[in-house]
Structure formats: C-alpha cells, structure tokens
C-alpha cells in the first residue's frame, strides 16, 4: 500500500515572469517551502501584447509549483506577494489549491498529519475563484484564450506538453508519434465558471473524441488580481448603499 499524506499540504501555484523566478524561490525557502518545480510557458493578461512587425510578442512566464504545509501556507503565499510586488498589476499571480493526496517525499510522512475534524480556516473573498485547467492539442490554445476572454475571463497561461490517449495511435516507421498538447491555466471568478467552460468546450470541441480534456480546481487564497477583486466587490457596494 502506498504511504499517502492527507490533508495537511497545499499546492502554491505561482505565474510570474521568468526574471522573477529565482527570487521567489529564495524567499519561499525562507518560510520552510523546501523547494519547487519550474514549468517554462507564455501568458497574456488583462494588457494587450507588444507586436513585432504584427506579430504579438507573448511575454515568457515560469509556472512554478510549490508543495508547503498546511500550517506554512499563507506565510509562503505573503512572502511571496511581496517579494515581486505582486499587489500591483501586471507583476504576476498566486494562488493556493488544496492537495487531499500527497506521497512521494518520504520525510515528511514523519511529521504529524492534521486531524480529520480540524475545521476548515475561514475563507475570504479571493476564494470566490475556480481554476480551470485545459489540456488541447498544439495549435488550439489562442483560440480558447480569445474565447475565454470573450466569456468574460481576464486571460491565461499557456504551458506545453506531450499526451497519449485511447484516440492517438500514430507511428512513423514503427515508432509512436506522441501528438504534442498546450495547457491553459485560467482564473476565473466563481459567478462565471460555467460560461468560460462551455465556451473552452464550444472552441476547442472538447466535447468530440481525442481533442482534449478541461477541468476546474478550487481555489483557496490567490493574490495579484486586485483588478479582478475590484469588478467583484462594486456590485456588492452598490447594494448596501
């Protein structure tokens, strides 16, 4: 049987640019974060792309995945934010999803695990976000992105990758061809889940054989969308007045 921990680690998802790597690692190691994995991509944000001669200049980004404990979260989540400044715009995103499964680094399985019955800390307004995750084949993800836009979602991250599927036998003299896959990051608030998915689904076909999966993650705590969190709160402004 496989040694799991449960529900005493969480998963920091940060996308910044590529220069600010090596600096937010830096300072998550400080608050007990024991290291991180680095997935090179491109983003588009809520500022239009610089063009060279008509062709948009998609600024680099490093996706960077941090596993930290439960209890060291929110401390690695600030350091973080304010390391790269994160409070203003265009500096980058975090946000923390929770891990209900995690093996693989064996000295942490010495450590005691939170308890069943710990209750849940309270949640503030930036847990009103969903993360929706679409893995497509090469060649779809700026349609999705402009679809997406279009739903009403501020942007996207795009990682590649390579994917094998019960739909993809192609060989070239007798060697498999793994069809090359982009993935799309993107955040959006609750309210609007559902619109932004049908239209990734509508674009991308998603809902024919062999052209991809998508898939929404809850978000906990994520920073650096305070343009998102202003459009959310001046509704509810109006209200009480």
Same mark, same amino acid.
């Given at each position: 049987?496989?040694?799991?921990?449960?529900?005493?680690?969480?998963?920091?998802?940060?996308?910044?640019?590529?220069?600010?790597?090596?600096?937010?690692?830096?300072?998550?190691?400080?608050?007990?974060?024991?290291?991180?994995?680095?997935?090179?991509?491109?983003?588009?944000?809520?500022?239009?792309?610089?063009?060279?001669?008509?062709?948009?200049?998609?600024?680099?980004?490093?996706?960077? +995945?941090?596993?930290?404990?439960?209890?060291?979260?929110?401390?690695?989540?600030?350091?973080?934010?304010?390391?790269?400044?994160?409070?203003?715009?265009?500096?980058?995103?975090?946000?923390?999803?929770?891990?209900?499964?995690?093996?693989?680094?064996?000295?942490?399985?010495?450590?005691?695990?939170?308890?069943?019955?710990?209750?849940?800390?309270?949640?503030?307004?930036?847990?009103?976000?969903?993360?929706?995750?679409?893995?497509? @084949?090469?060649?779809?993800?700026?349609?999705?992105?402009?679809?997406?836009?279009?739903?009403?979602?501020?942007?996207?991250?795009?990682?590649?990758?390579?994917?094998?599927?019960?739909?993809?036998?192609?060989?070239? +003299?007798?060697? @498999?061809?793994?069809?090359?896959?982009?993935?799309?990051?993107?955040?959006?608030?609750?309210?609007?889940?559902?619109?932004?998915?049908?239209?990734?689904?509508?674009?991308?076909?998603?809902?024919?054989?062999?052209?991809?999966?998508?898939?929404?993650? @809850?978000?906990?705590?994520?920073?650096?969308? @305070?343009?998102?969190?202003?459009?959310?709160?001046?509704?509810?402004?109006?209200?009480?007045?």
């Amino acid at each position: 049987m496989i040694e799991q921990l449960k529900n005493c680690q969480k998963l920091i998802l940060t996308i910044v640019s590529r220069n600010k790597t090596s600096r937010i690692i830096k300072a998550s190691k400080r608050r007990h974060a024991e290291g991180a994995t680095i997935i090179h991509g491109s983003g588009t944000g809520i500022e239009k792309c610089k063009t060279f001669w008509g062709i948009p200049m998609e600024p680099e980004k490093d996706v960077i +995945f941090t596993v930290v404990s439960d209890e060291h979260a929110e401390d690695v989540l600030d350091i973080i934010s304010k390391c790269v400044k994160m409070s203003k715009p265009g500096n980058g995103v975090a946000f923390i999803l929770d891990i209900t499964r995690f093996t693989g680094a064996v000295h942490l399985h010495k450590k005691k695990q939170k308890p069943e019955d710990q209750p849940l800390k309270s949640m503030d307004v930036t847990a009103q976000f969903e993360l929706i995750v679409s893995i497509v @084949n090469k060649g779809f993800c700026e349609e999705i992105i402009e679809a997406s836009r279009k739903a009403g979602a501020a942007g996207g991250t795009i990682i590649t990758g390579r994917g094998t599927g019960v739909h993809e036998h192609a060989k070239l +003299f007798s060697f @498999n061809i793994e069809p090359e896959k982009e993935v799309v990051l993107t955040l959006v608030p609750q309210k609007i889940t559902d619109k932004v998915l049908e239209a990734i689904v509508r674009t991308g076909e998603l809902d024919k054989p062999g052209k991809g999966i998508a898939f929404v993650l @809850n978000v906990e705590k994520v920073l650096g969308i @305070n343009h998102l969190l202003d459009e959310m709160l001046e509704p509810e402004a109006h209200k009480e007045e």
